[in-house]
């Protein structure tokens, strides 16, 4: 009987120890596994400000056009914002859907993923808009790369004396955005990293896999 339940004792620490953590939006309907060792930042504190107990769609949508048209519900971050160089980065917003048919929403998507390229000069489609289906649900997808530029500070010690010099870097950045309805709005999904760094792709594309939509 000891064996057994000590078998068992250490069954329940397994599953607390490795058991994947999920953030789950209480508000507007979205699940997903949290990128494990990321840094989780929710909009929760703000959301409930926003919201308080208005639950109803047309509530929501509410709420989503007087924030300037979208919502941030959380970003996930691989390191520390306050290191230096290129963080990767995941975010969920949440932005009204004013189209009643996919076909629709598909030519708005088309249309705001083409706004990319105003924001970054240099910005190419790596997948054009196109639908894929997310938890079931028919949603747009594209990915994008561009070079994001920077500088580097630090010290150099000449004849005994410290001397600040600037390093200029670039950053080959990849986009990849997720544009998912669900009733009168739609979620955002955006995962941007370094276009060199294969891990943070694979990662990514396991948390898709653990998407849930619906209240």
Known sequence: MKKVSLLVMLYILSKGVFAQKTFKDKYFGISINEPKNWIVKNNNAFID????NKLSDSLLSNAIEANNGSITIATFHKYDEKKSGFIPVIQITVLNNPSVLFNDFEVD??????LY?????DFSFITSPQPVVINGKKSIY??????LSGTKTFEVNIGGS????????????????????????????????????KEDEKLFEELLTSIKIGK
């Open 142 to 147: 594209f990915s994008g790369k561009f070079i």
């Open 117 to 121: 390229k105003s924001l970054y000069q």
């Open 109 to 114: 998507m088309k249309a705001s993923a083409n």
């Open 162 to 197: 410290n001397f600040q010099q600037n390093q200029l870097l670039k950053y080959q950045i990849r986009t990849k955005v997720y544009a998912i309805p669900y009733g009168n709005y739609f979620f955002q999904l955006s995962f941007t990293d370094n276009l060199e760094v």
């Open 49 to 52: 400000s926003l919201l308080g």
